[in-house]
Each structure stands twice: as C-alpha cells, then as structure tokens.
C-alpha cells in the first residue's frame, strides 16, 4: 500500500514552461531586447540542456543559470547586458506567481486525505520557495526537498536517501514518485528503489531505456492508480 508521494514540482504541479516564457519575456524587455518566438524557443532548448549536464553531474548548478545567458545572447549578438544581469533579473521574475497544471490543486487536496506528499525539486531554492508559496500548496505538502538545499541532484541515489531520511517510518514499498521527466524522476525513483509514475500529458513516446511502472497522461488518474496499487 502506498503512503508516501513524491511529487516533482516543474510541469509535473506547476507549469515551468509558461512561468519560464513569461519571466524570460519580461527579463528581455527590462534590458530593451524584444522578445522575438526565436529567442524564446532558443532559450527554451538551451535551458533544458543545461539542467540535463547538470543531471549527469557534468557542470554547477551555477553555471547552468550562467551558461543559458552566455550561449543565448553569443548566438543572438545580443550585447544589451551581462549574463551576470540577466540571472539576477530573470530568477527574481521566475519566483514570482505560478501557473497550475491541469487538476493539480485538485488532485493534491484530495490525496493528501489519505497520503503523505513531498515535493523533490532540482530547481533554485529561491525560485521554488516563491513559487510554492504563491501558489498556496504548502498546506497540503508534508516536505519539500531542494536539490540546492540538500547539496545533491536527482536522479542521484544520495538526493533520494537523504530525502528518505526525513521521512517518518518511511519504507521503500510504500512510496511512489510522480514527474514528468524520465532521466530525472523516474530515474531517481528506479536508483532509489521505489515505484515511479511518468506523468506524460503529451503522451510522448518513450524511446530511453528508462522503463517507469506507471504512465498517466492525466493527474487526475492518479487517485484511481494509487488504489490499485498495493
């Protein structure tokens, strides 16, 4: 029987890719760049690479939030400002407000009823903390654990245990983790010796060797999943 979720927070709770395009939007026009669709899709895709070496251990969490500006404004000839200014401005911006993904609220009040939930992020603990608390999902979240806080990333076993280690009466069988990526959750759920559900609202086809034990395209099918799971 389940008791305990895990929950990533970026497109899995909250909708990282609209807060990403709107706080990169106004990062933008504060430095008298116009947001023109190519630099915001080339943002996009340089972002996501970076959390992915980030992943693999390859560079900081430093040099993520640096590398995205410096790689973006070298290939757009953008000189307005730094890549140092940029950071600061931009991750001011992303902490501010929310978005939802579809059901989310929904789903997190009525499973935490019944169930313990965490969040497990990799995102900036400056920008997550903002982001949970404006979104006012605190009061159904038994703990949150930040990568930058605990010093260590997903999908690394050492995130998971220390995770594991505030727990209360916690055991392996008894808990699932939810998110969207599969080299960052559901991973770290196969390392770390629990069940894993790939959250899939686009219903990619998955073409990794990562094999989750459950896919939902839907959070709202997770109630039904987690009372058939035992």
């Not at 080339?42 to 900081?60: H, M, V």
């Not at 009040?109 to 313990?116: F, G, Q, V």
Request: aromatic share 10%; net charge negative; hydrophobic share 35%.
């Amino acid at each position: 029987m389940i008791r305990n979720i895990l929950f990533d927070l970026d497109d899995t709770i909250l909708d990282f890719k609209r807060a990403e395009r709107e706080a990169l939007i106004k990062t933008l026009l504060y430095f008298n760049i116009i947001p023109e669709e190519k630099i915001l899709t080339r943002y996009s895709e340089i972002n996501k690479a970076q959390w992915k070496l980030l992943e693999q251990g390859k560079i900081t969490r430093d040099e993520v939030k640096l590398r995205r500006y410096v790689i973006l404004f070298n290939e757009m000839k953008i000189t307005q400002c730094s890549a140092h200014e940029a950071t600061k401005y931009y991750e001011e911006q992303l902490g501010k407000g929310h978005f939802f993904i579809k059901d989310a609220e929904e789903v997190l009040k009525e499973l935490s009823k019944n169930y313990r939930l965490y969040i497990v992020t990799n995102g900036s603990e400056q920008v997550q903390t903002g982001r949970i608390k404006s979104s006012g999902i605190e009061k159904y979240i038994d703990g949150v654990y930040n990568s930058e806080k605990i010093g260590c990333e997903k999908p690394g076993i050492e995130f998971f245990e220390k995770c594991f280690s505030h727990i209360p009466n916690f055991k392996h069988d008894e808990t699932i983790i939810v998110g969207d990526s599969l080299s960052s959750d559901i991973q770290g759920g196969i390392n770390s010796g629990i069940k894993t559900v790939w959250f899939n609202p686009d219903k990619y086809e998955n073409r990794s060797d990562i094999t989750p034990d459950y896919e939902i395209s839907r959070l709202s099918e997770l109630s039904e999943l987690l009372e058939n799971i035992f």
